[in-house]
């Protein structure tokens, strides 16, 4: 008899099956005596008075990996409709303990620290599974997407010579005796890539050493990086970087749908054009709103993307926002101004829901602009030579933009801490497990 | 006009089009003058004998980037057939300077290390992107296999506590004043993850400081890292691992035709099942072969995988091997024990045409058999006890695999050098580009 799935067991009904899980529960109402079974995949109902079957489960704690042979019926009280009878169980693994808090309550009842100190247990919880089933599916319809408009996958060195944005805020690793530094963004290796593919990809971690504990941030996180040759300018990007949102959040719809439903996801607005608007013209708005004259601060507060968030609901029906025209002052040295105003950028970020999800724009793609910006910034031409190189032989204008994986799942499902969507974070405290 | 890619060009005879890319060559043959324009897919041919034409192109040297726009016309002399003529120019971004070294010959005529210093020009060199196509290829065949038999995605941390595997080669970071380490590898975290998903699967950076410089070793590195539960022992495991091959390679085979005929790739035999043999009668073999006693011996040298590797091909007409029964006391810690001779363990490698491609096997899954592993390989259980939380808590038997990117394109390819296969290797000599 082979083993089937859980999810699998409606296909069986009045067959016999063996099921392979963990214990999820077990429980008696009187007489009969209920056993739920979780898998890789879902859980699964036994029903059972025999002694001699439940005798072989005494001393078995929940989370125990067990074996259950059983007939399949279908059953409207129970769980997916269908449960196993009259069965046989083999302990396959016995837990002796008590798993650190429950695992088979609605919701896991343990501080978010307390949740993180047991993780490596505890992310069994069916929620917070779910979560990171909806990672593992962003990720793939990313992917997918990509592939399917000619963009390429690289994987790029994470030890590297320098730092890539500002030199600031870079972890420091020690490379036989030298100094290197964990990359904070495949930044300059996807633009030396559009030179060989025009147009690539890649899903890896990036390393921030920023020193602030925020709910918004870790310092190791997982970056959804895209750059492509060939673009008339940032709106290029943007048009691309919305039929991507729209195809990951189609996916998901179509095959996370028990994830999405379990975590009562309310799925976002995401209209065929997203709404933007001029960083100038959003500080206007919440000038006009709010009083507060924000005008000529090269960024925005949370609060007020928050707000811009809602009234880009309110007023254009979307959860997503974009926000072009960022300040030069304050995006990085590779970045390509308006030429109609130079103090002002080809760079964008997109809001889901009120927070930053996405940051991308125009680059430079001339050597002359790199080696003019680089002494604008008071860089050394030296530490970007191989970078520079790529510029000076020839790269057609191009963009990209990296989404934050956790971000993503975050501001999908409602999560008020990135720690939450994140496997296992890396903060100024918490480095395990 | 839209643009279009040059792959597409036979679809477009009898029309205009226009194409972008990086001029790759440009030549006279008496009044006729012929321009290969290179894209992110293809190279195509565009024929004039304009001198106004030519007059756009001055001072353009190769890798320049350009525009063409034509009438797509059949011509059997060119190359895929077909060429543009009637052709206007423009340049996109001039290259003033000739490249480090031709772009256009049929191999790139460097040492490696003179090609490694101009890598971020050099990798355009459609014999050096070929391979890094292969390695995408790779990725996306093994990411589907995986999906496709019920594995989630995950992406764990590489900031890490402790050392993963020994304590020896990791690289140390500075973080926040303490000390971390990055992964040698995801093992834990994808064995602690089987407890989540029950199969899991991730596509990575290592890191290996490993001081020594060899042409088979760098010290990051892409690794394609399988675990999954609910296993007999290690023959289920190299029986999924034989089916993942199969499929990465029936994939390229259909997706990077392109890519294996200009790197003239001879594919491999990979029949059915691979044929195995024990470390133990492999060492008898060797014995019987060469007369050099390596009986005892925890682990094979790599003159006598090599030549393993042959034997495969002449006894089983088999590329792969598997060498399962590897000595316990070369193995780490978690690794399955042989309960017949607990000296062998329950892992194995896997020689693609006679090195090592992927080390896997199964691991121990009771917590009472880690505390005594550890014990007896005289390390702490504190560092540890995260990782020994999973298996205290119910983890059913199961096993996994680690295959190398870089190692699977080398091998595939004949290269002579690993860093010929590796996106910007590092190693003890180099940390840039």
């Known amino acids: 008899m082979e083993r089937i799935r859980t999810t699998q067991l409606r296909e069986h009904i009045g067959q016999r099956v063996i099921l392979r899980g963990w214990m ?216 691309l970087l919305t039929r991507l949102i729209r195809h990951i959040l189609a996916r998901l719809a179509e095959q996370n749908a028990a994830a999405l439903q379990l975590l009562d996801v309310k799925m976002p607005n995401a209209p065929e054009t997203f709404p ?8 206007q708005l ?32 979307s959860d997503f926002l974009f926000v072009p025209g960022y300040p030069m002052s304050k995006r990085p040295f590779y970045t390509h101004p308006d030429p109609a105003d130079p103090k002002y950028s080809y760079s964008f970020d997109l809001l889901f829901r009120g927070t930053e999800l996405v940051t991308g724009g125009q680059r430079l793609h001339r050597y002359e602009d790199y080696l003019a910006a680089l002494a604008r910034a008071k860089y050394p031409v030296e530490p970007f030579a191989y970078y520079l190189d790529a510029m000076k032989y020839g790269m057609p204008p191009h963009g990209g933009f990296a989404v934050g994986l956790e971000r993503f799942v975050m501001q999908l499902c409602g999560l008020s801490n990135l720690r939450e969507a994140t496997l296992f974070p890396r903060d100024t405290h918490r480095l395990t497990p």
């Open 24 to 239: 999820h529960n077990l429980r008696a109402l009187g007489k009969i005596s209920f056993i739920l079974v979780r898998d890789g995949y879902g859980i699964a109902q036994a029903v059972t008075q025999d002694e001699n079957v439940l005798a072989a489960l005494h001393g078995a704690h929940d989370e125990s990996v067990i074996e259950l042979e059983g007939a399949v019926v279908a059953e409207a009280q129970a769980p997916g409709g269908v449960e196993l009878r009259d069965i046989a169980v083999r302990v396959i693994a016995p837990v002796t303990d008590t798993p650190p808090f429950p695992l088979n309550k609605p919701t896991v009842n343990a501080t978010l620290d307390v949740f993180l100190d047991h993780s490596t247990v505890a992310l069994r919880h069916p929620r917070k599974r779910a979560l990171l089933r909806l990672s593992a599916g962003i990720m793939s319809a990313f992917r997918e997407f990509l592939n399917g408009d000619g963009f390429t996958e690289i994987q790029s060195p994470k030890l590297v010579a320098s730092a890539t944005e500002s030199g600031a805020n870079v972890f420091a690793v020690d490379y036989f005796g030298k100094k290197a530094f964990l990359a904070q963004s495949p930044q300059f290796y996807k633009q030396i890539m559009v030179g060989v593919f025009e147009r690539v990809y890649e899903v890896g971690p990036v390393f921030r050493a920023e020193p602030h504990d925020t709910t918004r941030h870790v310092n190791e996180y997982v970056s959804l990086d895209v750059e492509f040759g060939f673009i008339e300018n940032h709106f290029t990007v943007m048009a």
């Open 276 to 283: 933007h608007i001029h960083f100038r013209d959003a500080q």
């Open 286 to 317: 919440i000038f006009e709103k709010f009083g507060e004259d924000c005008r000529g601060e090269p960024d925005l507060a949370p609060q007020h993307e928050r707000w811009l968030g809602q009234w880009a609901r309110e007023t254009h029906n």
